[in-house]
């Protein structure tokens, strides 16, 4: 006996990157990291990658900023804002970027920001040599 007819329910969830992975520190590896201090490592990892340059990843992941040396700070500031924004708000734990703030010392720049995201805010810095 066939059955003439067949009932499924199907559950549709919408796939958010992991939150828990391991633990970075300065020069090892331990324990593990949920959350908002995994979201933390994400940012400071995508920052810290230099878009283009690794083909381990895809043209989309990193940050364009070694195009930036011997330019003029003003352009830098504009450039490293918009470039920020451009990189992570592609993460979907992310919600907004924003309060950015420079200070330059030489041929390095300060740049502070505010992240908010689905599991609270924090602040991140990055250097940029330029």
């Known amino acids: ?20 992975t391991y633990q970075l520190t300065s020069d090892k590896i331990q324990g ?4 908002l201090r995994a979201l933390e ?10 878009k283009y340059e690794y083909p381990v990843y895809s043209f989309s992941y990193g940050i364009e900023l070694e ?5 003029d700070p ?13 990189c992570l708000l592609q993460d979907e734990r ?3 970027v924003d309060n950015f703030q420079f200070s330059v010392s ?6 502070t920001f505010d992240v908010a995201s689905i599991y609270g805010n924090t602040t991140i810095t990055k250097e940029v040599n330029y």
């Open 1 to 20: 006996m066939i059955p003439e007819k067949i009932d499924i329910e199907l559950e549709v969830t919408e796939d958010v990157e992991t939150t828990k």
């Open 32 to 35: 593990y990291a949920d959350e």
């Open 41 to 50: 490592q994400a940012i400071y990892k995508v920052l810290s990658t230099e």
């Open 94 to 96: 992310i919600k907004r």
């Open 106 to 111: 030489d041929d390095e720049m300060l740049c």
């Open 67 to 71: 195009n930036l040396i011997g330019k």
């Open 74 to 86: 003003v352009y830098v500031k504009i450039e490293i804002k918009r470039r920020i924004k451009e």
